[in-house]
């Protein structure tokens, strides 16, 4: 049975129109309040954080009134990067853990993420559960007045997080003597980045630290990489970071002004894991991932699996075939050695930790050849088109012409009204070919 609200990354939409307004999130407080507080082991304990956009002051009010009024007890926790709140819901001994986010969507979508007390999202099955309790009578969900939650502000959030990044290195590690460009996207990061490379001593110039509510990933962040490819050469920097709205993705930038993405980032880490003998298994990537990673992993003989499309399939099957390293092509970077999900700055503290004795980013990454990938991004009104005759069609003549050539990949985003369309092939004119077959039966 499909999901009504949930996508592959929580629930997300434009602010003020079907699910992403003040009456949906007062139901949906309600609904995951109600499904953990009839859960054993009860504290009945919510945390909330959010991003910088201005929606957030509407939706986490209601958000809260409706935990508040199934009974849970509340803590917001204001800006605060997505892992930062999952590894805080865990050290808390939360029921959940609420971000209030459209990750590295424009201003005007939001959305939410739920995590449970372990610090994991929430599997299918206990969304689907969520969702029947979100369309229930709201008045049979109620607390009675003597039960109802309290809410309560926490104000050092951001600096519980940065003690918890830095715990899972070794007290004497520096930065001093790096220079670092970051570019938090105006987003959840755009306090903890700066603060936690600043207190290692790491001289930063950092970009997208100045959110008003509209600009989060606005020409910035890891969604246009060319802003840190900037402050890089700029600033003559040694490495830059890039950080998505809600900070769970990252996008590298080596002193030469080079884009490394996060299949370049995963053949780094798990080679270099692989060598120090911490690689547990192997790496979990996702159905996007680059067919050149699949190669070099073959030739290097880790084992690699694809899992589908978000950060939590690769986490489930992370845990599954108990591996440690997975992540997407996107930036999205799972260490399962310290996270229960994506982490930009994690991964950007293990990136700067093996550069600590004076490596060059550059001597670091571009350890395969990408096998050239197109991705074309087709915004429609209704993502069923992609199971009408004409686009199965026309997906299935993509799908034989690149056969033995490379591969071909059509999906609908589970995060926008969009449909995904991505090949991959040495074959150019055929790789074109193919997508414009695709994108003529949708269009």
């Excluded at 945390?47 to 009134?65: F, Q, W």
């Excluded at 692989?274 to 070099?296: A, H, P």
């Excluded at 700067?352 to 050239?372: I, Q, V, Y």
Aim: hydrophobic content about 35%; proline content about 3%; charged content about 25%.
């Amino acid at each position: 049975m499909l999901k009504k609200y949930f996508g592959t990354d929580g629930i997300r939409g434009k602010v003020n129109q079907e699910k992403i307004n003040g009456e949906m999130f007062f139901k949906f407080g309600l609904a995951v309040g109600t499904y953990f507080k009839n859960q054993k082991k009860i504290k009945q304990t919510a945390i909330i954080a959010k991003d910088t956009r201005l929606s957030g002051y509407t939706l986490e009010p209601a958000l809260v009134s409706g935990l508040a009024s199934a009974g849970m007890h509340v803590y917001t926790l204001g800006p605060l990067p997505t892992n930062g709140l999952a590894m805080l819901t865990k050290k808390m001994s939360a029921n959940m853990g609420i971000m209030i986010t459209a990750s590295h969507n424009p201003y005007y979508d939001n959305g939410l993420k739920l995590f449970g007390p372990d610090g994991l999202k929430l599997s299918d099955k206990i969304e689907k559960k969520i969702e029947k309790l979100i369309d229930s009578r709201i008045v049979k969900n109620l607390s009675e007045p003597k039960t109802l939650g309290r809410v309560k502000r926490l104000e050092d959030a951001n600096d519980k997080y940065i003690k918890i990044l830095k715990n899972n290195f070794p007290k004497t590690f520096s930065l001093k003597g790096m220079k670092i460009a970051i570019d938090c996207a105006n987003g959840a990061g755009y306090k903890s980045g700066p603060k936690l490379l600043k207190s290692l001593g790491a001289k930063i110039f950092q970009y997208g630290t100045s959110p008003n509510g509209f600009n989060i990933n606005q020409n910035c962040g890891s969604t246009f990489p060319n802003k840190i490819k900037f402050l890089v050469k700029k600033h003559k920097a040694h490495i830059g970071i890039s950080l998505d709205g809600d900070a769970d993705r990252i996008i590298i930038s080596d002193e030469k002004g080079h884009i490394v993405d996060g299949d370049q980032i995963i053949a780094m880490l798990a080679t270099r894991w692989k060598r120090k003998k911490i690689l547990k298994g192997g790496v979990i990537g996702t159905l996007m991932s680059n067919y050149g990673l699949q190669k070099y992993f073959k030739k290097k003989k880790i084992k690699f699996i694809r899992a589908n499309v978000g950060d939590r399939y690769v986490k489930e099957k992370m845990q599954k075939k108990s591996f440690n390293l997975g992540g997407e092509q996107s930036g999205h970077i799972i260490l399962g050695k310290f996270a229960t999900t994506g982490d930009g700055l994690l991964v950007a503290l293990e990136i700067l930790f093996s550069m600590r004795k004076g490596k060059k980013a550059s001597e670091l990454f571009n350890l395969f050849d990408a096998t050239p990938q197109i991705l074309e991004n087709i915004r429609v009104k209704n993502k069923s088109i992609i199971h009408s005759k004409k686009c199965k069609a026309a997906i299935s003549k993509s799908e034989k012409l690149i056969k033995n050539h490379g591969r071909m990949l059509v999906r609908k985003s589970g995060t926008e009204p969009k449909i995904r369309i991505m090949g991959e092939s040495n074959n150019i004119i055929l790789l074109k070919n193919c997508i414009n077959i695709v994108k003529r039966s949708i269009k």
